[in-house]
């Protein structure tokens, strides 16, 4: 049975075949995309996969965001096969890894030409139906794997030094773009700014299947630059806007208030923390109340917290969408689902959802407690339902949207020869923007490890943000009496 997302496709390219379906609005690139150009391409593409990869193959994508990624995520998925979209900034060694991992069949790059491949594949073509400088590696150095039916793969940061592949089921896609779209209120009148890069989980449902399954417009550019977020923001082009922080604090920095009357209804933040003096910057500077979205790689978008339904609390992610059910496990008992939290008590929230994830690569199973995903963060449920996140149980750092397993970081930079021990911190640039910083101790005593040259060694194994900016040297690291190095008494 064909997944509903892509049968919402060809409904609206049958029905409204002239309408925009995507607007790519970057410089020197810039087209606007029919549904019914949008479909065709879809078909041609979900073809050209099938001839040229065996049936159920995993077909890795690495793209900014452009109108070909879309299409030819959606020609997977068409095609089922299970596609696995990665950063362009993706890191060699975490490209080749994640691509053994998987038994990816093929990879599809697009607009990517200093993209490190290296031995990895043993052909190239270009695939021009998809776009003049879209390149198909195929015949992979690795087993290939088959999956059974249409799929969404995605990388996890995790909580150990490996990240985590997550699979989740086509008819996961289905629920969480049905559960958005009620959610948000999207229409086939709206005009979305996918400035989120689609690779990513939210940038991905939020750019890509809510404007499908709704019938909107997505605004594409291939990253977040702020004359032409602004442009869209004021020039009355859009109507919705998926952002994160960073994006916000950085376009109240600007300065700039929009003409009235402003087309704007909806903005909405995931992703990290959203400061009250940001909510409230934003509302005095754009007359838009920001409102947040709660979600993971693991289960999809769960919670949304509409500003038309009292009562509102800016701080609050909202209330769980259709299907989603949120308990507050006791930290003193996480593994019994019955002993839950009662309302405005903290604890450890765990969510089921029809959108989560069937389970992790390797052969990982999901770690559900009585059928819901404990997702490392605190939170409290309010009377109505809705929740408050309060902090993090697991170790990840939020950089600007993204998300880094320090215990990744950490076990890159100790492999380098000059280098003891390691500990990755957060280091606040502004309320919302967090860099990464390296507090190391020396191989040698006496010895002062060169941070360019770790910078350097960093960069050939790990992607930029993943990179810290600042090395600290210390001659030993704060541990317990048990020997844990004590990273709270570190600082940031």
């Known amino acids: 049975m064909p997944l509903g997302l892509i049968e919402k496709l060809r409904h609206h390219a049958r029905q409204t075949p002239d309408r925009i379906a995507i607007r790519q609005i ?25 001839d040229a990869l065996p049936p159920g193959a995993i077909l890795m994508l690495c793209s900014a965001n452009r109108a070909e990624f879309t299409a030819a995520y959606l020609a997977a998925l068409a095609a089922n096969m299970t596609i696995f979209p990665i950063a362009p900034d993706i890191a ?32 190239r073509s270009v695939l021009s139906p998809c776009a003049a400088d879209a390149a198909l590696f195929t015949v992979p150095t690795w087993p290939v794997n088959r999956a059974d039916g249409a799929a969404l793969l995605l990388l996890s940061s995790g909580t150990t030094g490996r990240p985590k592949i997550v699979r989740r089921e086509g008819a996961s896609l289905d629920a969480v773009s049905a559960n958005m779209v009620n959610a948000i209120q999207f229409t086939p009148d709206d005009h979305v700014l996918a400035a989120v890069p689609l690779c990513h989980s939210y940038g991905m449902e939020h750019g890509l299947l809510c404007p499908i399954w709704a019938g909107s417009c997505a605004h594409m550019y291939e990253r977040f ?19 994160v922080p960073f994006m916000f604090e950085t376009l109240c920095g600007a300065g700039r ?15 990290g923390p959203l400061p009250r003096t940001l909510f409230e910057a934003f509302a005095d500077q754009f007359g838009i109340v920001i409102s947040q979205l709660y979600g ?12 038309q339904i009292n009562p509102f609390d800016p701080a609050s992610v909202g209330r769980p969408m259709d299907g989603v059910a949120v308990r507050i496990l ?62 993090r149980i697991k170790l990840l750092i939020d950089v600007a949207g993204r998300k880094v397993n320090p215990l990744e970081v950490e076990e890159v930079i100790c492999d380098h020869e000059s ?23 020396p191989a040698t005593p006496g010895t002062t490890p060169d941070a360019g040259a770790l910078r350097d060694f960093c960069k050939s194994r790990l992607s930029a943000y993943k990179v810290p900016r600042l090395f600290e040297v210390r001659e030993s690291l704060p541990r317990s009496p048990a020997g844990k190095i004590l990273r709270q008494s570190l600082g940031s």
């Open 26 to 50: 970057i410089p020197g690139n810039r087209l606007s995309v029919s549904w019914r150009d949008l479909g065709a391409l879809v078909n041609v593409l979900a073809g050209a996969f099938s």
């Open 92 to 123: 060699e060694p975490e490209l080749n890894s994640a691509a053994r991992r998987c038994g990816a069949a093929a990879m599809l790059a697009i607009g990517q030409p200093a993209l490190p491949v290296g031995m990895s594949w043993s052909k």
């Open 225 to 243: 630059d702020l004359p032409a977020a602004m442009g869209e923001l004021t020039g009355n082009a859009v109507t919705i806007f998926p952002g």
């Open 257 to 271: 208030r929009p003409a009235r009357p402003f087309s704007l209804r909806r903005a909405y933040s995931a992703g």
């Open 296 to 307: 993971a790689s693991e289960i999809g978008s769960v919670t949304f917290n509409d500003p």
């Open 330 to 391: 006791n930290m003193q008992s996480p593994e019994d689902i019955d002993q839950t939290l009662p309302i405005g008590a903290e604890g450890h929230v765990a969510i089921a959802a029809p959108s989560m994830l069937s389970g992790y690569l390797d052969g990982e199973p999901p770690p559900l407690v009585g059928g819901y995903f404990p997702t490392g963060d605190l939170g409290r449920l309010d009377a109505s339902g809705a929740l408050t996140i309060t902090g």
């Open 419 to 441: 280098v003891g021990e390691c500990v990755v911190l957060a280091a606040a640039v502004s309320p919302t923007l967090n860099r990464l910083k390296a507090i190391i101790t």
